[in-house]
């Protein structure tokens, strides 16, 4: 393992970096651990992809999981690693970062869309199933109160689904693309939170 002072050299050195982070980043923001101890998969049981497409019940259950965690995500602020990652970019020496949170606090604390790669997808945005249309979360989730009925694209009808990847959907091709054309390139691979 190196040093502090060695790690501190080699992001001085280097102007090919690439960062990928973890849940462990976002955990000093307040948005909880998903596997760690009274994290949401130590609760309850996964709704697969395959399972919300099919089931309005499991649809209902996998919203009232986001309505669980919606607050924490949406009011959750910036730390100082996520700043860290926008001051390498800043210095020019960023060529892209990878993570597999879905909060989008990367990008809040001014990285560019085009300098991240969201390999989970992302909370900040609900996306419709059939037509491919995304809206903000705020005014669907509000929405659901008491007994509710999964959401609706007022579109096209389709089912709306947070734009995460859920277990058992494929991962998003363009994204891996990218983040294994990043990793080639990068002559410093930094892990943080993970």
């Known amino acids: 393992m190196m040093t502090l002072e060695e790690f501190a050299g080699k992001i001085r050195e280097s102007c090919e970096i690439v960062v990928f982070t973890g849940a462990g980043i976002s955990t000093e923001s307040g948005i ?13 049981r996964p709704v697969t992809y395959q399972e919300f497409v099919a089931s309005e019940a ?3 259950e996998a919203w009232k999981r986001r309505l ?3 607050e924490a995500h949406k009011n959750a ?4 690693g996520h700043y860290f990652v926008q001051s390498l970019d800043a210095k020019g020496k960023l060529i892209g970062l990878i993570t597999q949170n879905v909060d989008g606090l990367h990008n809040l604390a001014g ?3 085009e300098k991240s790669v969201e390999l989970h997808g992302s909370n900040r945005k ?13 005014p669907i989730i509000k929405k659901l109160v008491g007994d509710f009925s999964s959401p ?10 947070s ?3 859920s277990f058992g959907q494929a991962m998003p091709q363009e994204a891996m693309r990218q983040a294994q054309e990043w990793t080639v390139r990068a002559h410093v691979f930094v892990v943080m939170g993970s």
């Open 32 to 44: 909880p651990d998903f596997r760690s101890p009274g994290g949401i998969w130590t609760r309850y």
């Open 58 to 60: 499991a649809r209902i």
């Open 68 to 70: 669980e965690t919606h």
């Open 77 to 80: 602020k910036p730390n100082i």
């Open 111 to 113: 990285l560019p869309d």
């Open 126 to 138: 609900i996306v419709c199933l059939n037509c491919g249309r995304s809206f903000d979360p705020d």
């Open 152 to 161: 609706r694209c007022d579109v096209c009808g389709g089912i709306l689904k």
């Open 163 to 165: 734009a995460t990847i």
